[in-house]
């Protein structure tokens, strides 16, 4: 075999042109190490299993598309039955393969705002219970922040998370590069991987969202991802009144015995309403809980709350694992100064609570 040896040639910073040489001049350097020099032994026998894999295993596929085709369609459809594809697959295709990337290190973006979701895949691709169903991490993340993003009141279908994302991207005034999509993913992808596992349980962070976790409920992730957002992702006193508040809202109605059924309605409109006013702030948010009179929305007052209380039996209407939220919070009030607190990390079954007769 006699190699000619292609002549180099250095792209220059960021540039994305001629991937095809380059692609060329990667797999030449690559092979080259791999068969090395032709004098030695195994240099044959390398190179006959290198044609026989190439002749053998190797498919090209080449695809023309009209001008009415969804190349990113076609895209999972041809990926269907090898490695599932997630809407964050898309996603990140779709973005990268931005015009206006062109002139950009696209290796640096890449790094800076896409990798961890990467490299931490054991965390963005758990599948996890959300209701009935269990779906990775990262859809529910994004489908969160796309309701945080849309704007509008419809429902994000978990369904047509990529087809949202297209939509938005082409029509969010407020982001109008795809660095700065990439830059938003990464930011509120940071805060919502410290909803999961970023506040230790004895935080009031860590208690409202181990509570939250109980409750079984996420609706409320799209308001809290812009409030800790605008907050820098550092807990603070405002931050903690707005988990406080909706802490009570979501408690209170569970002791009333009052539907969960319109929380995500209830939560796009909040978001609308904050929008509108361009503020997050826990005052606003408890102003607008408050106000709420319908069945589906209201937020119990005391009277209505003492009266479920003290009459609805909570130990058998309610799951063992909200029973044993409300007992830990009663517990955890009746400690003083003068208390010993003793951690408990795995959660305790609940045997009695008080004598039946």
């Not at 895949?121 to 996890?128: D, H, I, L, S, T």
């Not at 605008?230 to 903690?240: L, N, Q, T």
Request: glycine fraction near 4%; aromatic fraction near 10%; charged fraction near 30%.
């Amino acid at each position: 075999m006699h190699r000619v040896q292609p002549e180099k040639k250095v792209p220059s910073e960021g540039a994305q042109d001629d991937l095809i040489a380059n692609a060329y001049l990667y797999f030449y350097d690559t092979l080259s190490t791999w068969l090395g020099p032709s004098a030695e032994p195994v240099f044959s026998e390398r190179l006959k299993a290198l044609w026989s894999t190439i002749k053998d295993d190797m498919q090209v596929v080449v695809i023309d598309l009209d001008d009415n085709d969804d190349a990113q369609v076609i895209f999972e459809t041809l990926n269907a039955l090898g490695t599932p594809l997630l809407p964050a697959d898309l996603i990140k295709n779709f973005l990268f393969q931005s015009p206006d990337l062109k002139n950009e290190n696209v290796q640096a973006i890449y790094d800076r705002y896409w990798k961890p979701f990467d490299d931490d895949a054991a965390f963005w691709r758990e599948e996890v219970r959300q209701g009935r169903l269990n779906r990775p991490r990262i859809d529910l993340f994004l489908q969160h922040y796309l309701t945080l993003r849309k704007g509008k009141g419809d429902e994000v279908q978990a369904t047509h998370l990529f087809a949202e994302f297209r939509l938005l991207a082409r029509t969010d005034a407020a982001i109008t590069t795809t660095k700065q999509h990439l830059e938003s993913i990464h930011t509120y992808g940071a805060i919502f991987q410290k909803f999961m596992s970023g506040f230790s349980r004895s935080s009031p962070e860590g208690r409202f969202f181990y509570r939250l976790n109980e409750l079984d409920t996420t609706t409320v992730f799209p308001v809290l991802l812009e409030v800790f957002k605008r907050a820098g992702g550092i807990p603070s006193d405002e931050v903690r009144s707005v988990l406080t508040d909706l802490e009570s809202f979501l408690v209170r109605r569970m002791i009333c015995g009052l539907t969960t059924k319109n929380y995500n309605t209830l939560m796009r409109s909040l978001i609308l309403h904050l929008r509108s006013e361009d503020t997050f702030s826990a005052k606003a948010v408890k102003d607008y809980l408050l106000v709420q009179d319908a069945e589906s929305t209201r937020w119990p007052k005391d009277d209505e709350f003492e009266k479920a209380w003290l009459n609805r039996p909570l130990y058998a209407v309610l799951t063992r694992a909200r029973v044993r939220i409300v007992l830990e919070a009663l517990e955890l009030e009746m400690y003083t100064g003068k208390t010993e607190k003793i951690t408990i990390d795995s959660k305790l079954t609940i045997e009695h609570v008080m004598p039946q007769e």
